[in-house]
């Protein structure tokens, strides 16, 4: 995702936060304690042609999220450097990235959440069960919704829009990894245990 925001915005100070972040990801995946070494079996839970749709369009929207931060990030150091034209453009062609994958992610995390109510009423018989993930989800999904909604409303742009996109962050996050590595739930098939 942020390849192709580089290739139609040219905003290649970003790559650094995003580079980063994909870093530690693959870090933490490479570093982390497996259960076991030997493939095993899905549980039945996880046998549904859901779960492939639902898991794709969380990760896609997470990866949207992470893009918008990383251009947050660039965008406070831009704005820390001063107000000369060029790098008000600048500032100009992040602050459309920030809200452009916001809004992409903020549509990619509905349809999971939308696509993961209907594998769970098909793996436990209810659309929602107010498991700590699900929470999470709709928690980080409106996070979100107060974002785009301060853009709309308040007309936040720039440095508030910035720091809500890094907030929004902080709480995906939680959702992806707090939620399997603190709390407990119906969702912790990953679990590092």
């Not at 790098?87 to 549509?107: A, C, H, N, P, S």
């Not at 509905?110 to 009423?121: K, L, M, N, Q, S």
């Not at 910035?162 to 603190?182: D, E, H, K, R």
């Amino acid at each position: 995702i942020y390849l192709w925001i580089d290739y139609r915005y040219k905003a290649r100070g970003m790559g650094a936060p995003v580079a980063l972040l994909a870093c530690a990801s693959m870090a933490y995946a490479a570093l982390s304690k497996s259960s076991g070494s030997e493939i095993e079996p899905l549980v039945p839970a996880l046998q549904s042609n859901w779960v492939t749709i639902h898991v794709i369009t969380c990760f896609l929207a997470y990866a949207f999220f992470a893009v918008s931060f990383g251009a947050s990030i660039y965008y406070i150091f831009v704005a820390r450097r001063g107000d000369q034209t060029d790098q008000q453009k600048e500032r100009d062609v992040l602050d459309g990235i920030i809200y452009k994958t916001v809004v992409i992610g903020f549509i990619l995390l509905a349809i999971g959440i939308v696509t993961g109510a209907a594998w769970a009423d098909y793996a436990w018989g209810s659309y929602w069960s107010w498991d700590t993930k699900e929470t999470w989800s709709l928690i980080t999904w409106l996070v979100y919704a107060a974002f785009l909604h301060s853009r709309f409303a308040l007309g936040w742009h720039g440095r508030r829009s910035a720091i809500f996109s890094i907030i929004g962050f902080g709480v995906t996050l939680f959702c992806y990894l707090g939620v399997n590595l603190v709390l407990s739930g119906l969702h912790s098939y990953g679990s590092p245990e």
